[in-house]
């Protein structure tokens, strides 16, 4: 069974950083892309950032500067570091991971998210 567990997540002032860890555990292949998601009160979930086991990565417009991801394939960890934190960026952020099964099933996992509160 596998398992993404996210840590990290709390209040901060506007201006502040936070730095988001997601460990994957359990029977698994691979990792390809794994990447974080948030959802605001009232709205949809949304893309944060992405990577891939290569490195390359991906930020929606609203944090490109701000927010770095990056992870460390040995430990099966992704990380979010997050700067120059706004009120806007308060969510639930979740990690995702999509994982090659020891049967090769490949399989979308998430994490059951930490809450994140930027405000002063």
């Known amino acids: 069974q596998v398992q993404l567990v996210e840590s990290g997540g709390g209040l901060v002032q506007p201006g502040g950083f936070l730095r988001l860890s997601c460990a994957a555990s359990?029977?698994?292949?691979?990792?390809?892309?794994m990447g974080w998601y948030r959802q605001a009160p009232g709205k949809e979930r949304e893309l944060v950032a992405t990577?891939?086991?290569?490195?390359?990565?991906n930020y929606a417009d609203s944090v490109k500067g701000r927010f770095t991801i990056s992870r460390d394939n040995a430990k099966k960890t992704v990380y979010l570091q997050m700067n120059s934190l706004k009120p806007e960026d308060t969510a639930v952020y979740y990690c995702?991971?999509?994982?090659?099964?020891?049967?090769?099933?490949?399989?979308?996992?998430w994490g059951q998210g930490t809450q994140v509160t930027v405000s002063s």
């Open positions: 990577i891939t086991v290569g490195g390359s990565t």
């Open positions: 995702n991971a999509d994982i090659v099964t020891v049967l090769n099933r490949r399989i979308t996992y």
């Open positions: 359990g029977s698994m292949f691979s990792i390809n892309i």
